[in-house]
C-alpha cells in the first residue's frame, strides 16, 4: 500500500506513465517458447539464424505481451484500486524483441468511464507502447481496467 492510495478519480485522461527496463535475454526467450509458444525461431538460435526469417532467433510476442504487463505492474499505478481487466485490444507487433534488447513501457490512458450500473467503480482504457533500447516501437497494445472509486 502507499501513502498516497489512488482510486479512479484521482486519474486523468491524456495522463502518461514510463516504465523502468527490462533485458529480455536468450535463455528467457527460449524459456518462455518451450513452456508457450514452441516454434523454432523462438527456440533454435541456429534454425532462427539459417532458415527463419527474422535473421536471428526473437522473443514471442506473447512474451512481449507479459514482459509489458510485468513492467506496467511494477510501478504499481493501479495496484491498490484495480479490480481487474475484461480484456486487450488492437495488440501488434511492430518489431521483433531480440536477445539482449531491454524493453520499456510507455503508457497513456485514453478514456475513462464510470460504470452505469456499479456506481463503486469505473474503467479506464489505456495504450501500452513497448519500446526496446533504441526507442522502436516493439509493441502496442489497448486495454481496459476496472478500479474502484473512492470510498464515501
Known sequence: MHDHQRYFEDFRVGQ????GGLTI????IIGFAAQWDPQPFHLDAEYARTKGHFGGLIASGLHTMCATLRLWLADR?????????PGVDEARFLKPVRPGDTL?????????????SKPDRGSVKMRHTTLNQHGETVMTMDAR???????A
Do not use: H, N, Y
Open 77 to 85: 499505478i493501479f495496484i491498490d484500486c484495480t479490480i481487474g481487466s
Open 25 to 28: 535475454t536468450e535463455d528467457a
Open 145 to 151: 481496467v476496472i478500479l474502484r472509486k473512492r470510498p
Open 16 to 19: 502518461r506513465f514510463e516504465s
Open 104 to 116: 520499456r513501457v510507455v503508457t497513456e490512458l485514453l478514456e475513462l468511464r464510470p460504470s452505469r
